[in-house]
């Protein structure tokens, strides 16, 4: 089966918001045997939406719309459809009994403008909303699905997975679409492929081995749609040996992040931990406590940006400030270990570097970084230059902060 997937927003075509929604619905239909042939992007114009759909219905079976169908007038998605499909508006009473609930239940008023969001299209099947106010439509016809959800990500994802996809397997014959997917940190892509060249090229013909690098950690993904039923065996063979070529580099599968990771192995030994952060400005505390159950294992964090914090709340001495500098092993040291001691922790990571664009000097650059890693037992730091792009160094000091505590926890070299 094929999909297109079109987006409708000028908000989007502007930079104003980032189109999340394809990527996730691309995944999510790939899982269950959805292709996935093209993503399109219009904005709010009768026309262009017209012109997207009938495109769209020329290459595929199934078209997925999202957004545009808010209250406001710049929300044309529900009246192109009714149109396209020469039917007309009609109320729908269980959709006003759920915007009702949903209004009365947060103490605010059922206007009119959320009232015209009870009609929709007379020969679509509705698909209710419980997390907005905007219903689902989906039509059916020549063999065809257009479906047209909100834009708001967890609505669309709530429908998505409540009604869509459950009416696409009842009414599609689908083969399963095999993934096993690796998490390795640490590891440049381009190191990856020279050690795996000799695995990747004895693969089976119906194996295929994608690289997907994001943020100084790559994911190695193996897919087979074959289905002769052997599949899998192929897929848990060809992982046997990729282990023996990696080892311990493999850190998670599937959809395990590095956090998830983090938190499994925490709580697996019964540790607690802690971050005192700089340049990071808490965004490692953020990935871990993204995670649910992270109270399980993590503390708290010290978020010491300016050198005064980290003298008065890390203890860090005003003569190490001097001598080395916030951006050194020695403030790092101190800093992971006062964190741990003030929070009562089993181990502590602490991070401070140079995130730019400006602040850089010839002995340490834009981009310089400490890592700090503090258990009872030791405490060791790392030094890292990441560049002069300020997000990026935030996001590769989390991700290699992160990486390398599992690798500390173990026992393994850093």
């Known amino acids: 089966m094929k999909a297109v997937l079109l987006s409708i927003g000028d908000e989007i075509l502007i930079g104003q918001i980032t189109n999340t929604n394809s990527v996730w619905l691309a995944s999510q239909l790939n899982r269950i045997g959805v292709h996935v042939v ?118 669309m994802e709530a429908m998505a997975e409540g009604e869509l996809f459950p009416y696409l397997r009842q009414h599609f014959q689908m083969p399963p679409i095999l993934h096993r997917t690796f998490l390795t940190g640490g590891i440049p892509e381009s190191e990856l492929m020279i050690r795996l060249f000799d695995w990747e090229n004895d693969l089976p013909a119906d194996l295929k081995l994608a690289y997907l690098p994001s943020g100084g950690q790559v994911r190695l993904r193996l897919t087979s749609n074959n289905e002769d039923g052997n599949a899998l065996e192929r897929i848990e063979n060809a992982s046997r040996y990729l282990h023996l070529i990696l080892d311990n580099e493999i850190v998670g599968y599937d959809e395990d992040s590095i956090a998830s990771v983090v938190q499994q192995l925490c709580i697996q030994h019964g540790k607690t931990l802690v971050t005192a952060e700089s340049c990071t400005g808490g965004f490692i505390a953020h990935q871990l406590t993204m995670i649910p159950g992270a109270s399980k294992y993590f503390k708290g964090s010290i978020v010491a940006y300016h050198n005064t914090i980290k003298e008065s709340l890390l203890d860090v001495p005003s003569d190490i400030l001097l001598e080395f500098g916030a951006v050194s092993e020695q403030t790092v040291i101190q800093m992971a270990v006062s964190a741990r001691r003030i929070m009562k922790a089993d181990y502590a990571i602490a991070v401070s570097g140079i995130a730019g664009p400006e602040g850089g000097s010839p002995e340490k650059p834009v981009g310089t970084v400490w890592i700090a890693w503090a258990s009872d037992e030791q405490t060791v730091a790392r030094k890292f230059v990441w560049g002069k792009n300020r997000q990026a160094t935030i996001q590769r000091t989390a991700q290699e902060a992160l990486f390398r505590f599992r690798r500390f926890v173990l026992g393994m070299d850093l």
């Open 38 to 155: 093209e993503m399109m992007t219009v904005g709010d114009d009768e026309t262009a939406i017209v012109d997207a759909l009938k495109e769209s219905l020329s290459k595929s079976e199934i078209i997925i719309i999202t957004g545009g169908l808010g209250p406001t007038r710049d929300d044309l998605t529900k009246d192109v459809l009714t149109h396209f499909f020469h039917t007309r508006l009609v109320f729908n009473q269980q959709v006003y009994d759920l915007l009702n609930t949903f209004f009365t239940s947060r103490g605010m008023s059922f206007n009119e403008p959320n009232k015209t969001q009870c009609y929709v299209p007379e020969s679509c099947k509705v698909m209710m909303n419980y997390k907005g106010t905007a219903p689902g439509m989906l039509f059916h016809e020549n063999h065809k699905i257009v479906a047209s959800m909100p834009g708001v990500p967890y609505e």
